[in-house]
């Protein structure tokens, strides 16, 4: 497999534009197989649909290193090529003093080359003695080229090319990118905007940086820098027979792509619709609500009485529910916009909902699966982000404790309600032995 690690020397300093650009470029003539360090939704919609196929998420925090290597290598199989986005800077992990969780530690895992991606604005000089920090700072990590970005003009560029041949000797300068604001994806307050936004107007962009990007030069790098992993497949098969909802659209959209893959291996199938849209309930054994913007779409969600009484009948007719961050919130009685106004949502859990635009994360979560979770128990790793608090009463019933990280209140997640969970932690299915288990359990 050949590939190359996209890092940053931080966050902010245009990573997710120019990844996406190179993996757009080259999905015009190659099969580009892209990948995600850390725990993030957004980045990887971009990748998708960048490159026409899903992207995946890598975090050393959340998965052993085999872990790392079967995913990298069971999804590149039928690829030419893997372009992996690093998280923050390349050192930037879980704590101060280890690279678990970094974008570093991905790239030893792997054994594959980084090219640093440095915001240039001002820096001639400086911007050479960036690029040989971060080369010393860990040798085991093979920087092998760089991407100047935010270049104003011909002058910039030429100091920085004296600068980068004078200093450092074996970087491969593979592009110096103007400053142009046109070019920049927009933001929203989880991050980048979803990939709605992916229209003609953001492929322009895409386009542009790709031409800036040295196309040849990164390949040279990739193709220089072969390994072999395992192609193992990541899930066992299970003949469950059984069909789990799954709302995707604007509302419900943070989905780990290995999470519904898994419920699949299990035998149970997700079937798709649009809650937001209007779409009802499907005919199904379990839901699963994901993440993403039900705050935004309050209205369309409180006004599909559908969705919401079918989701209340299927939890009091004992059949899971599981809501994860913005599925937790859809699962309480109400959720109070931005704007202060109160929408009825579903009322599988007796808690309200408050949008607040005060940031919880993005961190790390270590907790542990009580004994009445009807859908995990034992150890459990994930993350949360999260710009809502949800109020609930003090006889709630929990079904996680919570040793790292916050939860919903006092170091508690995972409200429970019979066979139904709701909770602001993420899990991604490979941090967890047997991710689907609990879905089985519950519908067999």
Not at 363 to 389: C, Q, T, W
Request: aromatic content about 8%.
């Amino acid at each position: 497999m050949k590939g190359v690690i996209i890092a940053g020397t931080g966050s902010g300093v245009g990573k997710t534009t120019l990844t996406a650009g190179i993996l757009h470029r080259l999905s015009k003539t190659m099969k580009v197989q892209a990948f995600k360090i850390g725990p993030d939704f957004i980045d990887p919609m971009y990748h998708t649909a960048a490159t026409g196929r899903y992207s995946r998420n890598l975090d050393s925090f959340l998965m052993d290193d085999e872990t790392i290597k079967n995913s990298v290598g069971a999804n590149t199989r039928d690829a030419d090529i893997c372009v992996i986005e690093g998280v923050r800077g390349l050192y930037e992990g879980s704590e101060g003093d280890s690279d678990a969780g970094s974008t570093a530690r991905i790239a030893k895992i792997l054994g594959l080359p980084v090219v640093l991606v440095l915001d240039a604005g001002s820096l001639t000089r400086s911007a050479a003695a960036i690029v040989n920090g971060f080369r010393s700072f860990d040798p085991e990590v093979k920087i092998k080229g760089v991407i100047l970005n935010k270049v104003s003009g011909p002058q910039h560029s030429g100091k920085l090319d004296v600068a980068m041949e004078t200093y450092c000797k074996g970087i491969r300068v593979l592009g110096k990118i103007r400053r142009d604001r046109e070019m920049e994806i927009g933001q929203r307050h989880l991050g980048l905007s979803t990939s709605e936004a992916f229209n003609k107007e953001t492929v322009e962009k895409l386009d542009i940086a790709g031409d800036m990007i040295d196309a040849d030069g990164l390949l040279d790098i990739a193709e220089n820098c072969e390994v072999h992993l395992p192609e193992k497949s990541l899930f066992r098969k299970y003949g469950c027979g059984a069909r789990i909802a799954v709302p995707k659209d604007k509302a419900y959209s943070f989905y780990y792509r290995e999470n519904l893959e898994c419920l699949s291996e299990s035998g149970i199938e997700p079937v798709y619709f649009d809650a937001a849209g209007g779409d009802p309930l499907p005919d199904a054994d379990a839901v699963y609500l994901g993440g993403g913007y039900p705050e935004l779409y309050c209205e369309e969600i409180s006004g599909n009485r559908d969705f919401l009484e079918g989701l209340r009948n299927f939890a009091d007719e004992n059949k899971p529910v599981y809501g994860e961050c913005g599925g937790l919130m859809t699962m309480c009685s109400s959720l109070e916009s931005k704007d202060g106004k109160v929408f009825p949502m579903s009322g599988i859990i007796d808690s309200k909902a408050v949008f607040t635009n005060v940031r919880h994360g993005p961190a790390y979560v270590i907790a542990e699966g009580k004994e009445n979770n009807p859908l995990f128990r034992g150890r459990m790793k994930g993350h949360e982000y999260h710009y809502s608090d949800v109020f609930c009463p003090e006889n709630a019933e929990f079904g996680i404790d919570v040793m790292r990280g916050n939860g919903v209140s006092g170091k508690k997640d995972g409200l429970v309600y019979r066979r139904s969970l709701g909770c602001y932690m993420h899990q991604h299915a490979l941090s967890y032995k047997d991710w689907a288990k609990g879905f089985r359990d519950c519908l067999n």
